[in-house]
């Protein structure tokens, strides 16, 4: 197949004080005189647009014909925004929007043929939303991950979520008395502290973001924890059975670990809106096969770019 060209950019909008990073991924035969379908690309939380949202779904997407766009959460990457490592989903959510928005002003891009695919927490991000932004017209979740409740959860599991709540609270007001805002790893320090954890997403964590595997300097796992109240919250699927009414793919791994989106993906397939939408359970696969393995990308792509072409 032929190999894609790839332009970075960056772009505001009008009611932004930061600019947003983005890589555009074209098709080899790409001409500006053409319109082309269009898919935003979502990264994982923690993760940047080098990793799995670029380099695996939007360059085979392009490959495929589509102009894709892969871009850093406002606040992460290359992206502007202070404090670094906010993980808010109202803003992640936001993003969506200020992209789109930028795609829509390039004479190529058909603003009738936009979909949209996140991947991870970046999937559960996508899900939300499409539940306002009807410029996308096709909606894919890899792998996805409702955020706010894999929160509450964690926090469930370690003394509960109002003991949590307040422990944030009392970081934001020292932070803002002058103290240094701590930043919190989403992983284990070690190969070893994560073998020990005994969980597979964890491990494969471990093993794509801190190895050769998927390593990127910007991929950096971490999230302020001054500001982490936001997401206890939130749930991505909230109204999802009102106004969720897109095309919806939804591709998972049958094997399951603490991140649950075996679990999310199951969920949103029940409750969403949609007339056309289908859940693929890939057997034998793990949440971070879905990032970069052939028998997972891979195999999700396989699913992905049929639905696209086909609803687009």
């Given at each position: 197949?032929?190999?894609?060209t790839?332009?970075?950019?960056?772009?505001?909008?009008a009611?932004?004080?930061?600019?947003?990073?983005?890589?555009?991924?074209?098709?080899?035969?790409?001409?500006?005189e053409?319109?082309?379908?269009?898919?935003?690309?979502?990264?994982?939380?923690g993760?940047?647009?080098?990793?799995?949202?670029?380099?695996?779904?939007?360059?085979?997407?392009?490959?495929?014909?589509?102009?894709a766009?892969?871009?850093?959460?406002?606040?992460?990457?290359?992206?502007?925004?202070?404090?670094?490592?906010?993980?808010?989903?109202?803003?992640?959510v936001?993003?969506f929007?200020?992209?789109?928005?930028?795609?829509?002003t390039l004479?190529?891009?058909?603003?009738?043929?936009?979909?949209?695919?996140?991947?991870?927490?970046?999937?559960?991000?996508t899900?939300?939303?499409?539940?306002t932004?009807?410029?996308?017209?096709a909606?894919?979740?890899?792998?996805g991950?409702?955020?706010?409740r894999?929160?509450?959860?964690?926090?469930?599991?370690?003394?509960?979520?109002?003991?949590?709540?307040?422990?944030?609270?009392?970081?934001?007001t020292?932070?803002v008395?002058?103290?240094?805002?701590?930043?919190?790893?989403?992983?284990?320090?070690?190969?070893?502290?994560?073998?020990?954890?005994?969980?597979?997403d964890?491990?494969?964590?471990?093993?794509?973001?801190?190895?050769?595997?998927?390593?990127?300097?910007n991929?950096?796992t971490?999230?302020?924890?001054?500001?982490a109240?936001?997401?206890?919250?939130?749930?991505?699927?909230?109204?999802a059975?009102?106004?969720?009414?897109?095309?919806?793919?939804?591709?998972v791994?049958?094997?399951?670990?603490?991140?649950?989106?075996?679990?999310?993906?199951?969920?949103?397939?029940?409750?969403?809106?949609?007339?056309?939408?289908?859940?693929?359970?890939?057997e034998?696969?793990?949440?971070?096969?879905?990032?970069?393995?052939?028998?997972?990308?891979?195999q999700?792509?396989?699913?992905?770019i049929?639905?696209?072409r086909d609803?687009?």
């Amino acid at each position: 197949m032929a190999t894609s060209t790839i332009e970075n950019v960056t772009f505001r909008n009008a009611d932004m004080y930061w600019d947003i990073a983005a890589d555009l991924y074209f098709p080899a035969d790409f001409t500006a005189e053409n319109s082309y379908p269009s898919i935003v690309v979502a990264h994982p939380i923690g993760s940047c647009k080098e990793q799995t949202s670029g380099n695996i779904y939007a360059q085979a997407l392009a490959e495929a014909g589509f102009v894709a766009i892969a871009f850093d959460a406002s606040f992460q990457g290359a992206s502007g925004g202070t404090p670094r490592f906010l993980e808010d989903p109202a803003q992640r959510v936001e993003d969506f929007r200020r992209v789109v928005d930028y795609l829509v002003t390039l004479p190529y891009v058909d603003a009738e043929r936009i979909g949209v695919l996140g991947i991870c927490g970046g999937g559960g991000y996508t899900l939300n939303a499409a539940l306002t932004e009807k410029r996308f017209k096709a909606v894919v979740s890899i792998t996805g991950v409702n955020f706010g409740r894999m929160q509450r959860e964690s926090a469930a599991f370690n003394g509960g979520v109002l003991q949590a709540l307040a422990g944030f609270g009392d970081l934001r007001t020292a932070s803002v008395r002058g103290a240094e805002a701590p930043v919190a790893n989403f992983l284990p320090d070690t190969a070893e502290a994560a073998d020990t954890v005994g969980d597979i997403d964890i491990v494969e964590a471990f093993d794509y973001y801190r190895t050769e595997r998927g390593q990127s300097a910007n991929g950096c796992t971490t999230m302020v924890l001054s500001h982490a109240s936001s997401a206890m919250g939130w749930d991505a699927f909230h109204l999802a059975d009102e106004l969720l009414d897109q095309p919806l793919l939804i591709v998972v791994g049958d094997k399951q670990g603490a991140f649950g989106a075996y679990k999310d993906g199951h969920t949103i397939y029940e409750k969403a809106a949609s007339q056309e939408k289908e859940l693929v359970v890939l057997e034998n696969v793990s949440h971070y096969d879905l990032y970069d393995r052939g028998h997972g990308a891979g195999q999700a792509l396989e699913r992905v770019i049929p639905f696209f072409r086909d609803k687009l």
